[in-house]
């Protein structure tokens, strides 16, 4: 029935509310219809489709988040910190320490979410249990990211991995902080549940550190400024997200995150930090404190790294008292260098394996030149991306020719093989360092 005040065709057909009573009006040939008249039309529909024994196929909002998202919807799978670390061990050579620690910050974090999501709320009644964040300290290629991603692979959690030399203070040419959670939506195609207990990787924490001799006479707006823009999303609060990434515009509409039960993991090389740690532990000392310096080990002083050496090197007090678990990262010797080409599911080794094998190629690599290999990696200082820097100078000739050659068009069923010895390797990183001094 039709109430007074609006004329028929500013109206609802079906229930009579005017134009200003709802929200959208659709209009046809000889009428109109409301949203509510809709829904209430969609749910008459569903139960005459089940009377008649056919279910209905309704694309709902978290239907239509897609596949990716309803498979991080599940829930969680936590497992115990032995299991946790057996399975970094199948993909990160070494870094005991460092496995243990996250192993254990991952399992408490987990397990309490895993507690809440279940409804079983008694357990925090008399105590509130508070997230642990991640602190990653050590060398570039050392494993910092390999293991953030090992994680979160095990897990089945929204994972991303994020740079902090792009942020800059708000009004800034630069991203801002709450681009962070941007990423981790889009990762879950826009799951807000699912993206409240992801884990996010904060790369390159170091280089926002305060600048204490900056002789710029402008603002560190992409060092101290940053820093104080993270504390709250870091400790856990409600954060206003824009879903597409960029600028918070007042006509774009934000997304509320709730950033509680969200696992913040940084690393970052610190690269100088060591002088820091030795002034601390007094290895210059003479005399009587001679005996126990003695005891320090020098070669690597990163494992008697605090937190009171990361607020020195720059990071505000605030920020270092979000991150309370503050894990090493050891130096990687030529032992662990050689294992990462053979022992891990990705190893090097394996790849390029897998590569050749696609051209029915079968590529073998001798111990000796595996040695080699390690040996060079170490001296080049540059972890785990050195190898495969050798790795791509010493089979680039190969990958180029061998795929197309002469015998693979007469015979393509006929299985061929490469055999890397230590005299290949040596012939070839000499050449190449011959070419670039020709180039230089």
Do not use: W
Request: proline share 4%; glycine share 8%.
């Amino acid at each position: 029935m039709l109430k007074k005040g609006n004329p028929p065709d500013h109206r609802c057909s079906f229930c009579g509310r005017g134009e200003e009573d709802v929200m959208i009006l659709v209009s046809g040939m000889d009428g109109q219809i409301c949203e509510v008249c809709t829904d209430k039309a969609q749910e008459i529909i569903d139960q005459e489709l089940r009377r008649a024994g056919v279910e209905p196929q309704r694309k709902d909002a978290q239907q239509a988040a897609g596949s990716k998202s309803s498979a991080y919807s599940g829930p969680l799978q936590v497992l115990p910190p032995r299991d946790i670390k057996k399975f970094l061990d199948q993909y990160v050579i070494g870094q005991e320490d460092a496995k243990k620690v996250l192993s254990v910050a991952v399992y408490n974090h987990y397990k309490r979410l895993q507690q809440l999501e279940s409804g079983n709320t008694k357990l925090f009644e008399d105590v509130d249990i508070e997230k642990s964040n991640v602190l990653f300290v050590g060398q570039t290629g050392t494993g910092k990211t390999l293991m953030a991603k090992t994680i979160a692979k095990l897990l089945n959690v929204p994972f991303t991995i994020v740079d902090a030399t792009v942020f800059t203070e708000a009004g800034y040419v630069g991203e801002d902080v709450e681009s962070i959670l941007s990423r981790l939506l889009q990762v879950c195609d826009y799951d807000e549940k699912a993206a409240e207990r992801g884990i996010v990787y904060i790369d390159e924490i170091d280089k926002i550190a305060r600048k204490q001799d900056n002789p710029s006479i402008t603002r560190d707006v992409s060092g101290e400024g940053v820093q104080q823009g993270m504390l709250k999303m870091l400790e856990g609060s409600e954060v206003l997200v824009p879903p597409q990434g960029g600028r918070k515009h007042p006509e774009q509409k934000l997304v509320k995150i709730n950033t509680h039960n969200i696992l913040f993991i940084c690393g970052g090389a610190f690269d100088g930090i060591e002088k820091i740690i030795a002034r601390r532990v007094n290895t210059q000392v003479i005399g009587y404190g001679k005996k126990e310096s003695d005891e320090i080990d020098k070669e690597n002083l990163l494992q008697y790294i605090s937190s009171q050496d990361i607020k020195t090197f720059g990071l505000i007090p605030e920020l270092v008292g979000r991150l309370p678990v503050v894990a090493h990262l050891d130096p990687l010797d030529r032992d662990s260098l050689r294992r990462i080409l053979t022992e891990p599911r990705n190893a090097l080794i394996r790849q390029y394996e897998k590569l050749f094998a696609m051209e029915n190629i079968e590529l073998v690599l001798q111990p000796e030149a595996v040695d080699m290999l390690a040996e060079k990696a170490f001296d080049f200082k540059l972890g785990a991306r050195g190898l495969r820097s050798l790795c791509e100078i010493l089979l680039t000739d190969a990958m180029f020719e061998m795929p197309g050659d002469e015998n693979s068009k007469v015979d393509k069923k006929e299985k061929r093989k490469l055999v890397i010895d230590a005299a290949y390797v040596q012939e070839k990183l000499e050449g190449a360092r011959k070419a670039k001094l020709r180039a230089a």
